[in-house]
T-cell receptor, first 113, second 114 residues
Framework: QKEVEQDPGPLSVPEGAIVSLNCTYSNSAFQYFMWYRQYSRKGPELLMYTYSSGNKEDGRFTAQVDKSSKYISLFIRDSQPSDSATYLCAMSEPNTGFQKLVFGTGTRLLVSP | DAGVTQSPTHLIKTRGQQVTLRCSPKSGHDTVSWYQQALGQGPQFIFQYYEEEERQRGNFPDRFSGHQFPNYSSELNVNALLLGDSALYLC?????????????FGSGTRLTVV
């Protein structure tokens, strides 16, 4: 079993829809949770970062962490065609800091005009 | 401000050969990490270099080695290439200070082993 599980998709939605992306994990030592966006032929770029449990909002993006369920989510409001990309969740333990990330497989998102 | 630059962008090698990939970190960053991303998978941590030393290592064999230079740039070397080494190799830079978080990734080197 992988430490981090993520549905690979693809997830297809119409423009303007609310998108929900999720990851589950098995390592209870994970404390730092991140979401990266990766466009085709590009490296991942950091979207959101959350420490421990709770919610964090940044513009159209909201990240949620539920450590009791070992479940994290990323919500995208008013989705745009430019949001079409692969979204990767990533996590790390306190003793390794942000330097050693464990990634999910990524969910491919397609937003149609 | 240049971000993380990696070279070459694409590379084709024959099984059994050796390869060297190069990375220049973002200005102001002193730590370089390397990840392997197989097709359809998330990146997997190979190792991290800081102060010219390997600080952390993932679950990769000794065929994978690296180096960091005084200007913080880094190289990833892979010996005795296997078909399974075909992947996108990502370099990520950051600052080592504890308040630093997240990486800046390069666009990667696509390695194909035939």
């Amino acid at each position: 079993q992988k430490e981090v599980e993520q549905d690979p998709g693809p997830l297809s939605v119409p423009e303007g829809a609310i998108v929900s992306l999720n990851c589950t994990y098995s390592n209870s030592a994970f404390q730092y949770f991140m979401w990266y966006r990766q466009y085709s032929r590009k490296g991942p770029e950091l979207l959101m970062y959350t420490y421990s449990s709770g919610n964090k909002e940044d513009g159209r993006f909201t990240a949620q962490v539920d450590k009791s369920s070992k479940y994290i989510s990323l919500f995208i409001r008013d989705s745009q065609p430019s949001d079409s990309a692969t979204y990767l969740c990533a996590m790390s333990e306190p003793n390794t800091g942000f330097q050693k990330l464990v990634f999910g497989t990524g969910t491919r998102l397609l937003v149609s005009p | 401000d240049a971000g993380v630059t990696q070279s070459p962008t694409h590379l084709i090698k024959t099984r059994g050969q050796q390869v060297t990939l190069r990375c220049s970190p973002k200005s102001g960053h002193d730590t370089v990490s390397w990840y392997q991303q197989a097709l359809g998978q998330g990146p997997q941590f190979i190792f991290q270099y800081y102060e010219e030393e390997e600080r952390q290592r993932g679950n990769f064999p000794d065929r994978f080695s690296g180096h960091q230079f005084p200007n913080y740039s880094s190289e990833l070397n892979v010996n005795a290439l296997l078909l399974g080494d075909s992947a996108l190799y990502l370099c990520a830079s950051s600052r080592q200070v504890k308040t630093s978080y997240g990486y800046t990734f390069g666009s990667g080197t696509r390695l194909t082993v035939v």
